[in-house]
């Protein structure tokens, strides 16, 4: 309303200047004081409908009986990246939108009953799942808010498990996620959601966060093995809560003036997983399940413009390889990721990042490697925040005991991330 008020001010001057040079004859001035009055009421209402908008918080539509409110947010990055073989000879450009999505979000009847929609419309974001159906659509659920200390929700959504994960794409310092967390993230499920805060004003604070979902990933629509996957996560906040939600957001935007901390776990138990990834990968042989644990812990500290992650994660299963076929296994092992930045105050932030997968001893001539290792420098430019950046960053790879020896060694990626 703050921003609609020099707008009104400056319309109804015009209007009172217009009345005052039209002559009037003296028992007119009483009903020129109710048109005033009224044509100023209808303006209020006219701006108090009209959408607010805002760079990196979207376009709000909200009536002004107030019983729906409709936040619309769309978000694109252009990718330019280059990979090199050991002699840094160019063996692949990749030159795409990688993303390109469009969010909802905003409640309905009642702001406790909240919802949030997201369509992702490139290739990256579209691929055909092993089973035929279309992945177009993202989230779609729906949540129960009675308060702020807990709320419940039903659709499909991010599974609540690895705070790289739980990070959106867009909230990123580097151009994307580490090898670790594309190897062991459990994305989204469609099923029950639930969370619970203990929302204290100050000093230590909790979080914990539950679903049980269908287990088969995304837009998977059914499923005959009569498993799902079940899934906890604890977050702690010895410290107290960061500023501006910061444990969403890499970096620290805000600066904090005292550290902040946060330690969680997570786990999640797919019970006759179809997939051999859980909920992503393709579809094990001959229409076999496994049983998948996946075990996830993070730690984050931000202090002045200082930021340090650690993430640390794994996927278990019994019987990890199939018979006779060597081109589907389980990726059963670990991976570790340690990241560090600082952010300048003039927006120009320098990260490091070292990211490490350990297959297990049996998965690892199907894997290619003992380990692999990826060191990536990245630099960007916040010009709205997340919101409008430019990201660049440099990778060097190293794989122990690999398959492959002529694998590509070197990596260099160019964005431009752009958001309303």
């Not at 009986?65 to 990055?77: A, C, D, G, H, S």
């Not at 904090?256 to 997570?266: Q, S």
């Not at 999640?268 to 990834?277: C, E, I, P, T």
Request: aromatic share 14%; charged share 25%; proline share 4%.
């Amino acid at each position: 309303m703050m921003k609609k008020l020099p707008i009104l001010l400056l319309l109804t001057a015009c209007w009172s200047l217009a009345a005052a040079r039209e002559p009037q004859p003296r028992t007119a001035q009483p009903r020129a004081e109710i048109i005033t009055a009224d044509s100023t009421y209808e303006l209020i209402e006219q701006l108090r409908n009209m959408p607010n908008i805002e760079v990196g918080k979207g376009i709000t539509f909200r009536p002004k009986n107030n019983w729906f409110e409709l936040t619309m947010r769309f978000r694109m990055q252009n990718l330019l990246a280059l990979s090199f073989d050991d002699d840094f000879t160019l063996t692949k450009t990749d030159a795409r939108v990688k993303r390109l999505r469009l969010r909802f979000d905003g409640y309905i009847y009642s702001p406790k009953l909240v919802y949030s929609v997201q369509l992702g419309f490139t290739g990256y974001d579209t691929e055909v799942l092993p089973n035929g159906n279309m992945n177009i659509v993202r989230d779609a659920i729906v949540y129960y808010v009675p308060s702020a200390k807990w709320n419940i929700g039903f659709g499909q959504t991010k599974i609540k498990t690895n705070r790289a994960r739980i990070n959106s794409s867009s909230a990123l310092q580097f151009v994307d996620r580490s090898i670790v967390n594309s190897e062991f993230n459990l994305d989204r499920d469609f099923g029950f959601f639930g969370e619970y805060n203990l929302d204290r004003k100050s000093g230590f604070d909790l979080s914990a966060k539950g679903s049980v979902t269908l287990g088969e990933g995304r837009n998977w629509g059914s499923s005959s093995n009569e498993g799902m996957a079940y899934t906890g996560r604890l977050e702690l906040y010895p410290l107290g809560r960061f500023s501006a939600k910061g444990d969403l957001l890499e970096g620290d935007f805000d600066f904090e003036e005292r550290p902040r901390i946060l330690i969680a776990g997570a786990y999640s138990y797919n019970h006759k997983a179809s997939r051999l990834k859980g909920q992503r990968g393709a579809i094990m042989p001959d229409d076999a399940t496994r049983n998948i644990g996946s075990y996830f812990a993070d730690f984050i500290l931000k202090y002045r413009g200082f930021a340090f992650y650690t993430d640390y994660m794994g996927r278990t299963c019994d019987e990890p390889l199939f018979d006779g076929d060597r081109n589907a296994f389980v990726y059963s092992g670990q991976g570790l990721n340690i990241q560090a930045s600082y952010l300048f105050r003039n927006k120009w932030e320098v990260a490091l990042r070292n990211s490490t997968l350990f297959p297990e001893e049996k998965v690892q001539p199907l894997a290619g490697y003992r380990n692999w290792n990826q060191t990536t420098l990245g630099v960007t430019r916040y010009i709205i925040g997340h919101s409008l950046k430019v990201q660049a960053d440099m990778s060097y790879n190293t794989r122990s005991r690999s398959a492959d020896p002529n694998y590509n060694r070197w990596e260099i990626r160019f964005q431009l991330e752009l958001g309303l």
